[in-house]
Nanobody, 127 residues
Framework: QVQLVESGGGLVQAGGSLRLSCAASGRTFSTYGMGWFRQAPGKEREFVAAISRSGVNSRYADSVKGRFTISRDNAKNTVYLQMNSLKPEDTAVYYC????????????????????WGQGTQVTVSS
């Protein structure tokens, strides 16, 4: 089992940037893949980005390609989500998640593929 704690959310104007962090503990960080999801009020949780355990492979939702970048620092047990050119429609609670069986993300992974989740951090983008 993995414990995950997100940070870095907040209020930002459209066009601005935020960097989310997710600190992991409990199992050797470099042995599992990580993902970011988000959930807006009244909507289902949706995939944002994922990165393999080594960091060489990543996937993005079409809605964030070219604006968001996922990265990880296995020495610091942390995964990041750099969000640039933010839009009001990016407003949501952002969750990080651990895929304990992952070695490589061949396709966009569904939420049920992930085993452990953080508590979420709110991102609000004003117009």
């Amino acid at each position: 089992q993995v414990q995950l704690v997100e940070s870095g959310g907040g209020l930002v104007q459209a066009g601005g940037s935020l960097r989310l962090s997710c600190a992991a503990s409990g199992r050797t960080f470099s042995t599992y893949g990580m993902g970011w999801f988000r959930q807006a009020p009244g909507k289902e949780r949706e995939f944002v980005a994922a990165i393999s355990r080594s960091g060489v492979n990543s996937r993005y939702a079409d809605s964030v390609k070219g604006r968001f970048t996922i990265s990880r620092d296995n020495a610091k047990n942390t995964v990041y989500l750099q969000m640039n050119s933010l839009k009001p429609e990016d407003t949501a609670v952002y969750y990080c998640a651990a895929d304990l069986d992952n070695t490589y993300f061949h396709t966009v992974p569904p939420p049920y593929e992930f085993d452990d989740w953080g508590q979420g951090t709110q991102v609000t983008v004003s117009s």
